[in-house]
């Protein structure tokens, strides 16, 4: 597996992290889904101190079997789907630097900062790796990904809905729509605006998931809202059948 080790943080990084946790634990606090703050707290991901990958991984390996991978880049969709599959997931190692993350989070300047860093990945993502519900869906998910790896054009629908459930998915939860996707976990201008009347707020439908083009690091066009975070195991019961079906 490529992994590479993560580098020392430097004092700038350090308050830019304590910076960036503040403003956003404080941004999405009532507006994220129920188990999001235990989670954080599960895994010790604070604001006293800059995260700390072993200790994220011997928490994660105990409650869910995952652990964690460091990386400076992305990597392709059906990569990353290969090593998800064994339960392994990959964090951005650069933090977006304070120059090009003002207190809004709003992403004037797309192409000046990594659009997945380290902050979306440690914040918004590894506490939903907590939630057995959603490992499982990833889990599931990566495992029917690479199964269906040489099929043309399939890996677009599968990152189209990984994006549009674990990274800008919304939740129905006690009559109030929550946030649990990474992205809007993360980033507090589109944590405001996916729960704010400009938003296109739509049922989760899976064709429709699948057709749908997520917006490259803005915000998006639509959100999809799950009735409740245990539909996504249906989603992938349905997925599953749907490719069944398509390829035999």
């Not at 956003?24 to 800059?50: E, M, R, S, W």
């Not at 659009?115 to 590894?126: K, N, R, S, T, Y």
Request: proline content about 7%; glycine content about 6%; some cysteine.
């Amino acid at each position: 597996m490529i992994t590479f080790a993560p580098v020392p943080p430097s004092s700038d990084q350090t308050a830019q992290w304590a910076r960036l946790f503040r403003q956003q634990l404080a941004a999405v606090n009532g507006l994220a889904y129920g188990p999001f703050a235990g989670a954080l707290k599960t895994l010790g991901i604070c604001g006293d101190h800059y995260p700390d990958f072993d200790a994220l991984n011997k928490v994660l390996i105990a409650v869910s079997g995952w652990k964690v991978y460091t990386l400076p880049f992305q990597l392709p969709t059906r990569q990353f789907f290969r090593l998800a599959a064994l339960k392994r997931f990959g964090v951005n190692s650069r933090l977006r630097p304070h120059s090009n993350a003002p207190a809004t989070g709003l992403r004037t300047n797309p192409a000046a900062f990594y659009e997945f860093d380290l902050f979306q990945h440690v914040f918004g993502a590894l506490p939903l790796l907590v939630d057995p519900r959603i490992a499982g869906y990833l889990h599931r998910l990566a495992l029917i990904a690479d199964r269906f790896a040489s099929q043309p054009d399939v890996s677009q629908e599968f990152s189209r809905l990984f994006r549009h459930t674990l990274e800008y998915g919304l939740v129905r939860e006690n009559n109030e729509i929550k946030i649990f996707g990474s992205a809007l976990l993360s980033w507090p201008e589109e944590t405001r605006y996916s729960l704010s009347p400009g938003a296109n707020l739509l049922p989760f439908d899976l064709s429709d998931v699948l057709a749908t083009e997520p917006g490259a690091g803005l915000l998006q066009e639509q959100y999809f809202v799950l009735d409740s975070i245990d539909q996504l195991a249906d989603i992938i019961d349905d997925l599953d059948q749907l490719l069944r079906d398509r390829f035999g």
